[in-house]
């Protein structure tokens, strides 16, 4: 049976650029109206957005299955404890605030929770870090949305 670590719709900390850090409820975006929490200041639309996140394990090596449940419109990267674990329609390579993912992610799929399973070696015993970067596939693009949730199977 699969258990919730973080839900979706959860508090997440985010940033335009990595350094200055808000917070808010999940999903995070602009231009959607399923954002609970916009991060466009001013009416900008950023090529790109950092949102950060923690939650606890008991027992790290109990865990047989990891999934992060993610809504990312309209690519990201994903990173467990200082490490990438997903990159998904994002161009292999250094990235930067300025990278643009490939392919547009349209209609019902930039609204689903997409599962996608992690290694769970690379968690561990106690607060586990995720930090993730969304990409857009324009400069112009008329939204962004991201959510994520944790599943374990122990």
């Given amino acids: 049976e699969l258990r919730n670590l973080l839900e979706p719709g959860s508090k997440w900390e985010w940033s335009l650029e990595g350094i200055h850090w808000a917070a808010g409820i999940a999903p995070l975006g602009y231009g959607d109206r399923k954002v609970a929490t916009s991060i466009a200041?001013?009416?900008?639309?950023?090529?790109?957005?950092?949102?950060?996140?923690?939650?606890?394990?008991?027992?790290?090596?109990?865990?047989?299955?990891?999934?992060?449940?993610?809504?990312?419109?309209?690519?990201?990267?994903?990173m467990l404890n200082g490490k990438e674990v997903?990159?998904?329609?994002?161009?292999?390579?250094?990235?930067?605030?300025?990278?643009?993912a490939p392919k547009r992610v349209v209609f019902l799929r930039e609204k689903m929770m997409v599962p996608l399973p992690v290694d769970a070696q690379f968690l561990q015993t106690g607060t586990n870090r995720v930090e993730v970067q969304v990409f857009q596939t324009a400069a112009d693009s008329s939204d962004l949305i991201f959510d994520l949730g944790v599943q374990i199977k122990e």
């Fill in 41 to 78: 200041p001013d009416g900008e639309k950023p090529r790109s957005a950092y949102f950060r996140s923690t939650f606890h394990i008991v027992d790290a090596a109990a865990v047989s299955r990891l999934f992060f449940n993610v809504q990312a419109d309209d690519g990201c990267i994903i």
């Fill in 86 to 100: 997903i990159r998904h329609n994002v161009p292999e390579g250094e990235v930067s605030r300025q990278t643009l």
